[in-house]
Each structure stands twice: as C-alpha cells, then as structure tokens.
C-alpha cells in the first residue's frame, strides 16, 4: 500500500465537537501570552487532502492528462475518487515547477478556511470573511519585526491567490442510507471579492484587506448540519489547537518536515490519538520518499535525517503532540535523547544515584545511537499522538 494512501482510514464517520473561532485579538502578544482557545474546523477527507496538496506539493503522486497536472485520491480501493487540480498550470510546460513554487504555508490558511466555514450557520449557503489582521493574529505576524507591514500583506495575498487556485472534483460511494453522489470540478474556496482598504494619507499602499470566500460545493455533502440531521449528508469537524497554525507559518522554512507532520496528524487524530503509525510512513510524509531513498544509500544523510526527525519529533512533543513510542518496536536506546530523559523522574530524591545506576548498565542514557538504528528506526512504530488536553 502506497504510504501516502489514505484509504485504510474511515471516511464518512459524521462528528460534530464544539464549534467557536475565538475573535481575533489586535493587541501584540507575546511568548508567555495565555494560551488560545481550540479551533473547530472542518475535516472531511477532501479538506485533509487540499491540506496534504498544499504542504507536500511535488512529494506529491501527480500526474500529467495531457493539458494539466491532476492528482487522484481514490477512495474505498477506487468506488469512490477525489480529483484535484491547480488552476493556471501552464499547459506548455511538464515541469513540475509550478507546483515546487507553493509556499507550504498557504497550508495554514487552508486550515483558518476550515475553520471559518464551522461559524456559518449554514455553509451550504453563506459566505465568511476574513481580514489581513485576522490572519495576522493567526499567524504570528504582528511580531515580525523583520517585515514591512507592505511586505505582509504581500506575502498574505500571494497565500490567498495560491490557495484560490485549488479544483476538486468528487465522486462518493454511497455509506450507509446516505446516497453516492458526484460533484463535477469546483474550487476548494471560491474568491469571491478581495477588497484592498484604501491607504491612509501617510501610506504609499493599501492598508489591509478583506476576503469574501464561498467554500465549494463539496460542503453540501461534508459539512452540512441539515443533511446530517435528515441522514443525507455528513458533518464532518475536528478541533485543533490554534497555536499550532502559528508554529507552522512560524517554523516553515527551518523544520518543513515537522510542519508537513502536524498538518498530516491534526486529521490523523480525528480518527484517534491512539491509532499506530510506523516511523516510515510518518517519515515519508515528513520528508518525501526520495529522500529517504537517498537516505538508504549514503550514511551521512541517514545521520542528518535522524537528527532532523528526532528534533521535529521534539517540537511536535514541545506544541503538546506528544508522540507515544510503542515499546516493542521503538525501545528506549534508539529514541531521541530528549525522549530518553524523560524518563528520569523529576520527584527522586536522590538524583545521584539515578546517574549511579545508569552508568553501571549495559548502555546508558546518554550513549550515542546504536549500529543498525536506521533500519530499526523503519521497522519501530509509534503507539500514536497525544494531543494536549
């Protein structure tokens, strides 16, 4: 089975959690500020898939139909598909260049989406807006000293053009008493209108921005509290922790593999935190499968990946999604260092005697790894992900 296939999930579990997106607050936070509220937002594979698009870009299984790059997720061994598209691929081009040149965090605002279309009272109907300084406060942004406030809102609309350009087509296998049903090609989120606000008078530029989106119609079938209720339609949300959208757009570029990890695991964990996941797969999401094939050839980049998963590990553990180690599969001498000591007690009442014992053992805490950590490193499993409570 393909790693990056989906299908052994379920995928039409209706669930419903406690919906609110706490108002954006226009005050400069800082590090120690108190912790924001949980996000409810929409999780239906479609939205989990547009995320993976998004984030993975080129690691991507794409495929060329001759005018267009397109991706295929069937769905239930091929009764049902999902099938995506990026608007304005050059058609005279086979490269996959256009899709390497999105920002992976154009995922984030794909998330603060899902989350805004939970506060409709009727997605299949309304539309929701959203401002620059709403995705500012999402983001982290009013603390980049580095960047103009022309340079963010650069950057923000170059997020929204890139996430407008993403098409799906669906076609659902009936489940249960709610009926099969297609959807012919459609935006993921529709741009409806992109209000720039007129530049105040000592201001070259616009001074902000308000978006008017519409999600597509795939909000008929996933997201519809009416269907739901009538047993036609799903309603389909999660609650995700809204700190971890800023330390996505916050650690982009430095740790991409632990960014594409969170966004895969927030609708992992819909399905339950407890769900085994062997380190390949988590690996091959975080970092491509060519990478690792890369890995399996030359010692140094194995090296450098295993100090590179082991650090996203930690701060996946230090964001409150503690990865549980399955203790058969993943024993304790070939975790992350930072693993190992956690498991020093903090309460002992004698902590010399801890660092006694472990020096007189067959391996200590701090040893470096053993030979072969790399091939038992493919084979461990986690038991799952503990999200903060």
Not at 123 to 130: E, I, N, W
Not at 317 to 323: Q, S
């Amino acid at each position: 089975m393909d790693v990056l296939d989906l299908s052994w999930l379920p995928v039409g579990s209706n669930c419903s959690h406690h919906k609110g997106l706490e108002p954006a607050d226009e005050s400069p936070s800082h590090r120690n500020a108190p912790r924001k509220l949980p996000l409810s937002m929409a999780s239906p594979l479609v939205i989990w898939e547009g995320c993976n698009l998004l984030a993975q870009r080129h690691d991507i299984p794409w495929s060329w139909d001759g005018s267009r790059w397109t991706y295929h997720k069937p769905v239930k061994r091929g009764r049902g598909e999902l099938q995506f598209w990026i608007e304005g691929d050059n058609p005279q081009s086979k490269s996959h260049s256009d899709i390497a040149e999105f920002d992976i965090r154009s995922a984030c605002l794909h998330l603060i989406y899902g989350a805004k279309v939970t506060q409709l009272s009727d997605p299949t109907q309304d539309v929701f807006q959203v401002s620059d300084r709403d995705l500012a406060h999402y983001f982290g942004l009013q603390r980049r000293r580095d960047l103009s406030q022309h340079d963010k809102l650069n950057l923000l609309e170059r997020l929204v053009r890139e996430v407008s350009r993403l098409r799906v087509a669906i076609r659902w296998l009936q489940q249960g008493d709610i009926p099969a049903f297609e959807e012919p090609e459609h935006p993921l989120w529709e741009l409806v209108q992109f209000d720039h606000h007129p530049p105040q008078r000592s201001q070259r530029h616009p001074s902000g921005f308000t978006l008017t989106i519409r999600p597509g119609p795939w909000v008929q079938h996933f997201l519809n509290p009416q269907g739901q209720q009538q047993g036609r339609g799903f309603y389909q949300t999660t609650n995700i922790e809204a700190d971890w959208i800023e330390l996505a757009f916050r650690n982009w570029q430095q740790h991409p593999g632990m960014v594409r990890s969170l966004f895969w695991l927030i609708f992992k964990l819909r399905f339950g935190r407890q769900s085994p996941l062997r380190v390949s797969t988590l690996m091959t999401i975080a970092y491509g499968r060519a990478k690792l094939e890369r890995a399996e050839g030359d010692r140094d980049t194995r090296k450098r990946l295993i100090r590179t998963f082991e650090r996203d590990l930690e701060l996946l553990a230090e964001a409150g999604l503690t990865p549980e180690f399955d203790a058969k599969t993943y024993p304790l001498e070939i975790r992350p260092l930072w693993a190992r000591l956690q498991t020093i007690p903090d309460d002992s009442d004698d902590p010399t005697a801890i660092w006694l014992s472990d020096a007189e053992g067959d391996r200590s805490l701090l040893d470096f790894a053993p030979r072969g950590k790399w091939k038992r490193l493919k084979k461990a499993r986690f038991s799952g992900f503990n999200p903060r409570d």
